[in-house]
């Protein structure tokens, strides 16, 4: 089993390579990384509807869903 933070992982990701198309989503994790208070600038970007599709394509590569779940 391959660790979650094995960053082939995310370079496997055709969902995660989609999102990172968005220049919004990009610009926003320039915005966080640079942030004062990185956690509050991730609340933030949380209530943006295309950070939160980012969100989940990174929590599909480091929890995928069990068989039989959606």
């Known amino acids: 089993m391959r660790s979650p933070c094995d960053g082939n992982r995310y370079k496997e990701s055709e969902g995660l390579r989609e999102v990172l ?3 919004n989503v990009r610009d ?4 966080i990384d640079n942030a004062p208070d990185p956690g ?3 609340h933030a970007a949380m ?3 295309i950070f939160v599709e980012f ?3 990174c929590l599909k590569i ?3 869903p069990v068989s039989g779940e959606h």
């Open 40 to 42: 509050k600038a991730i």
């Open 47 to 49: 209530l943006e509807p």
């Open 28 to 31: 926003m994790l320039v915005a």
């Open 62 to 64: 480091v929890q995928p």
């Open 55 to 57: 969100a989940d394509e």
């Open 21 to 23: 198309k968005n220049a």
